[in-house]
């Protein structure tokens, strides 16, 4: 409820100010923005869930560098 009116408020007044009026860390708050947005495009869904999977198949020893070449190929 806080992060809602912070975000509805920010037009008018400085985020630093609004959470530090609601006692909020502007990191939450900013946190909080970014759930609200998602993720609606389905080729980044389908991307995240590809790379979830080779890295659960590997149980969880491939770092970034081997994923992106199991994605390539």
Known sequence: MRFDFIRREKKAYPVTVLCKVM???RSRFYD???SLKGS???GEVALK???TA???EHRGQ???RR???QLKN
Do not use: M, N, Q
Request: charged share 35%; proline share 5%.
């Open 32 to 34: 909080y923005l970014d």
């Open 67 to 69: 994923i992106l070449k």
């Open 23 to 25: 006692e909020v860390s």
């Open 49 to 51: 869930a590809r790379t």
């Open 54 to 56: 080779i890295f659960k």
């Open 40 to 42: 609606d495009d389905p």
């Open 62 to 64: 491939y770092g970034s």
